[in-house]
């Protein structure tokens, strides 16, 4: 036995600072919940369109099928939970780090620590959205009112933040110093 030294057992745990700073930066913070709220309505409406199509189709299926088709009406309600998944998980995880709701009006989502999205993470940040929106509803809009980095109930509980994109963090920026 050559090894007589103490061993570790476990992992090391690193304590990260958190990236953005809302006093040094206020720039990421500026305006973000408004906005935040017009992206939720333009990604709910791009994940409702294509779930409408399905079920216009069961119905002309079901018409075709005289009532047969209208069977598969039971898929609609985990189609859509899939495709709401899916597409938060895609475009959270993509570079962007951003539904396209959040592209459209410049915001971004990253860890607390300032990393990017990723596919899990973005899914997982639907489903704790839509629970904490079942349960909590007037909470988690509270709580971002409340807080200095306007970080939702879900953000909190997942270690996410939605700031303002760089190139807006930038334009602001230099309109303040202007």
Not at 83 to 91: D, E, Q, R
Not at 105 to 123: C, I, K, N, Q, S
């Amino acid at each position: 036995m050559s090894d007589s030294g103490p061993k570790q057992i476990g992992f090391s745990f690193e304590m990260k600072p958190h990236a953005y700073d809302p006093v040094a930066n206020p720039e990421y913070f500026e305006g973000v919940l408004p906005r935040r709220v017009v992206a939720f309505f333009i990604d709910v409406l791009i994940v409702a369109v294509p779930i409408v199509f399905l079920a216009i189709f069961i119905f002309a299926v079901g018409i075709a099928t005289l009532g047969l088709g209208w069977l598969l009406f039971w898929l609609l309600p985990p189609a859509a939970a899939i495709w709401a998944i899916v597409y938060n998980g895609l475009t959270l995880g993509s570079p962007a780090s951003a539904t396209i709701g959040m592209r459209a009006v410049d915001l971004e989502m990253r860890t607390w620590y300032g990393a990017p999205a990723y596919f899990l993470l973005g899914a997982v940040h639907a489903i704790v959205f839509w629970i904490t929106v079942s349960a909590l509803t007037p909470l988690i809009l509270l709580v971002g009112l409340l807080n200095s980095r306007q970080r939702l109930l879900h953000d909190m509980l997942l270690g996410t933040i939605v700031i303002n994109n760089d190139a807006r963090a930038r334009a602001l920026r230099r309109n303040k110093t202007a």
